[in-house]
């Protein structure tokens, strides 16, 4: 693991439609470093051998098996796979995982969603943040996103959370969502967007100020 003090690792949990995304962006632009959501899947992918494809299909999901996967048409790249083989979604979030952690390894970074938090537990570089926001903004944000009316907003919202809930409570033995499974939540509605990143990139300097010499 790289050894450079200065490393920064933030994971950021976050509800759907809260800002979560844009503020994980912003933020890694503001401190000059990586930013990782769908791309782990891509590293996953790389790592693995896999299609990408088989990855976004397990996305944040808990377990089900992925056979069905396989019966679509989702094939390995560059690897010979029996025609009697498949992996459930225990196998991808582990090998997702390790890409997480070889990622984190290397780079400072911004990593969105997919139980980095958990993942990353034991690394002492990491920060792990929970963006939520008040309903109605979020239901804003989201029709103004993806043009859907109101009620298609608030029925994907509660489907989406629902889901994420369940990939990270079955993952890791916490409670998505909740302040005790995070070093810090905070609701982005209180200072908006914005200004949001600009807090939580002062507590991150702040916190690097305080770590002592040669901190992994």
């Known amino acids: 693991m790289d050894t450079n003090e200065n490393r920064i690792i933030l994971t950021i949990g ?14 890694a632009k503001a401190l000059g470093i990586g930013y990782y959501d ?8 790389r790592e693995s051998g896999l299609c990408r494809e088989v ?3 397990a996305d944040e999901r808990a377990s089900s098996g992925l056979s069905y996967a396989f019966t679509m048409g989702y094939p390995y790249v560059g690897m010979f796979m029996p025609y009697n083989d498949v992996l459930s979604n ?25 139980c980095a938090d958990y993942i990353l537990r034991d690394d002492p570089a990491c920060l792990s943040f929970f963006i939520h926001n008040r309903p109605e903004i979020r239901v804003q944000r989201i029709v103004e996103s993806m043009h859907l009316s109101v009620e298609q907003a608030k029925n994907l919202m509660a489907k989406t959370d ?7 409570n079955y993952y890791t033995n916490k409670t ?14 209180v ?16 916190r690097q100020e305080m770590r002592p010499p040669h901190f992994g």
């Open 14 to 27: 976050r509800q759907f439609g809260s800002g979560g995304r844009e503020i994980g962006k912003k933020l």
């Open 38 to 45: 769908k791309e782990l899947i891509a590293a996953a992918a």
């Open 55 to 57: 990855f976004e299909k």
């Open 90 to 114: 225990d196998e991808l979030f582990r090998i997702q995982s390790d890409a997480i952690r070889n990622l984190a390894a290397k780079e400072s970074c911004v990593m969105v969603g997919r």
């Open 162 to 168: 629902k889901g994420r809930a369940s990939y990270y």
């Open 176 to 189: 998505w969502g909740a302040a005790e499974s995070y070093n810090f939540s905070i609701d982005a509605s």
């Open 191 to 206: 200072l908006g967007i914005d200004e949001t990143v600009e807090f939580i990139k002062s507590f991150v300097e702040k």
